[in-house]
Every structure is written in C-alpha cells, then in structure tokens.
C-alpha cells in the first residue's frame, strides 16, 4: 500500500512554470506505475501523464505534449510534474496516481492509490 500527498499547486499566468511534486511513503514505490491526472470544475476526470517503474518510459495527452514533463526519483519516492507554457485551460485539480499495471497509462480504473489532490489556477 502506499499514500500519496500532491503539492505545489497555486495561481500563475498564462505562460508561466510550475512544477508539482507527489510524495509517496512505503517502501514499494519502485514497484508503482506513477501517473497525474486533472479534474476540472464540471468534467471528467482527465489523463494528464504517467511514467513506469525505472522512469525510461512516459506517455503524456496530446493536450500538454511539449509543455509538461514527468519524472520521478526512486530514491526519494517522488514524482513530479515540470508544467511550462501553461494555458488557462490547465486550470484543474491535479491528482498525483499509482497503479500495480503497466501498460494501462491513460485509465484511471487501473490506478490503485490517489493523492488528494493539488489546485491549480492559471489566469489570462
């Protein structure tokens, strides 16, 4: 089992960075598929990226390809979302995910563990 806790969220501009970190305890986190996804007010919940155990592999939306970056420190039990050139339509909560499969990148039926969430805003 493990529990993940999101930060980092807050307000930027458009075109701004921001970076969000999930901390996740338990000696297992090497084992876990780590992924984010964003919820907005009034949507589904949205697939944002997710990258496997050693971090060789990522997979992101079409919708932030280019802009955003996944990574995570096994050493640590951290993975991070580096968001750049941010739109208002970023503007969600981010929830920080980790799943026992690979493969299932985008299907958040196939996440195990959910943080509670980080917001962020990004006005024009």
């Known amino acids: 089992q493990v529990q993940l806790v999101e930060s980092g969220g807050g307000l930027v501009q458009a075109g701004g960075s921001l970076r969000l970190s999930c901390a996740a305890s338990?000696?297992?986190?090497?084992?876990?598929?780590m992924g984010w996804f964003r919820q907005a007010p009034g949507k589904e919940r949205e697939f944002v990226a997710a990258?496997?155990?050693?971090?060789?592999?990522?997979y992101y939306a079409d919708s932030v390809k280019g802009r955003f970056t996944i990574s995570r420190d096994n050493t640590k039990n951290t993975v991070s979302l580096q968001m750049n050139s941010l739109k208002p339509e970023d503007t969600a909560v981010y929830y920080c995910?980790?799943?026992?499969?690979?493969?299932?990148?985008?299907?958040?039926?196939?996440?195990?563990?959910w943080g509670q969430g980080t917001q962020l805003t990004v006005s024009s």
């Open positions: 995910a980790a799943s026992y499969l690979l493969g299932y990148w985008s299907d958040y039926e196939k996440y195990d563990y």
């Open positions: 990258i496997n155990y050693s971090g060789s592999n990522t």
């Open positions: 338990g000696r297992t986190f090497r084992t876990f598929v």
